[in-house]
């Protein structure tokens, strides 16, 4: 009986991104017990998107035979302090109130974030970032996000944007990214970007791009995944790349880790899974050239959880949901 009172209740944790939802069942130490995974409908209607997350829901629990206390939602979008998606380019939405009608028709407490934000928690909870009060994290996947942790409170900002590290500027007037600015780390280091330097690079070297544009079939396809590939062939163009892509993550690190002093850089998402050798080279660079008192104690690793950090972590913020209530 004393070890039944001692158990912390289980919650659910949703990741939706612009294709799929998946819905997990998580336990008080982060771990995964059941995830349901779906692609999403591709009218993305929110009634349509917030069925699914309800039958995902139930799947879960009917599988594992358990009850679940709150859910977490992370979802691709920015979202304000009341739960409502105030606007999603993947999704289309615009003020949807997820929080209000998930409630309303699961019965729990449920809470919204970003889901980047989402996938951050989970990794200061359960991953590399455990333990740590001051740390940042940084996806590098398609898009460049991230969160940053300080004094053990995960910076929100005014209007709960903060924490968006894939838009910092690292060239003046440089690439074009996709948010207004121009030159943000994401336009040198996200997938699509990459992506579009190797496209460049072959234009220009068509001879020492043949390797990568064998690999991908025409220009078009070259993709970050390709420039992967190649890179392990030991493939020149594809090194070069590779090179300069960890000289502009590392540029992005080091203005990260003078503006908030973390003890720990988590570096995840597919461009880190795809190249890891990349946490070397922004471990080497960042050491030389942030601020000395900045690097201290400074440690640089990968992410732990992979692709499930984002239902980990927005289960994780149903977690401190419950422990908060009275
Ligand atoms: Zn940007």
């Given at each position: 009986m004393v070890q039944k009172k001692m158990d912390k209740p289980l919650t659910l944790g949703v990741d939706i991104g612009g294709t799929k939802v998946n819905v997990g069942l998580v336990d008080a130490a982060g771990r995964l017990l059941f995830v349901h995974k779906s692609l999403i409908h591709a009218t993305k209607e929110p009634e349509m998107l917030i069925a699914d997350i309800v039958a995902g829901v139930e799947v879960c629990l009917s599988k594992t035979g358990q009850e679940a206390k709150a859910l977490g939602i992370g979802v691709a979008a920015q979202v304000d302090l009341k739960g409502?998606?105030?606007?999603?380019p993947n999704l289309?939405?615009?003020?949807?109130p997820l929080k209000k009608k998930l409630e309303k028709q699961l019965g729990l407490p449920v809470v919204v974030t970003n889901d980047v934000r989402a996938a951050t928690w989970g990794e200061w909870r359960y991953g590399s970032?455990?333990?740590?009060?001051d740390l940042a994290v940084l996806f590098v996947g398609t898009g460049v996000g991230g969160g940053v942790i300080s004094g053990g409170k995960v910076l929100s900002g005014c209007t709960n944007?903060?924490?968006?590290?894939?838009?910092?500027?690292?060239?003046?007037?440089g690439r074009k990214c996709?948010?207004?600015?121009?030159?943000?780390?994401e336009a040198y280091v996200g997938g699509w970007a990459i992506a579009e330097r190797a496209q460049e690079a072959i234009r220009t070297l068509s001879n020492e791009g043949r390797r990568l544009l064998s690999l991908a079939g025409s220009i078009k396809q070259v993709t970050a995944v390709t420039v992967s590939q190649a890179y392990r062939e030991g493939d020149l163009l594809a090194r070069l790349l590779v090179e300069e892509t960890g000289r502009y993550l590392a540029a992005g690190v080091v203005s990260i880790v003078n503006a908030f002093n973390p003890c720990l850089v988590v570096l995840g998402g597919g461009v880190i899974e795809g190249i890891p050798e990349l946490i070397q080279m922004v471990k080497d660079i960042t050491r030389n050239r942030a601020l000395e008192a900045a690097v201290e104690k400074l440690e640089i690793v990968k992410a732990a959880l992979g692709g499930d950090a984002g239902v980990i972590g927005a289960a994780a913020l149903a977690q401190d949901l419950v422990d908060k209530a009275p």
């Open positions: 409502v998606v105030r606007g999603s289309g939405w615009r003020n949807v970032g455990r333990g740590v009060d944007s903060g924490g968006e590290l894939g838009h910092i500027t690292i060239i003046s007037d996709r948010c207004p600015n121009k030159g943000c780390l």
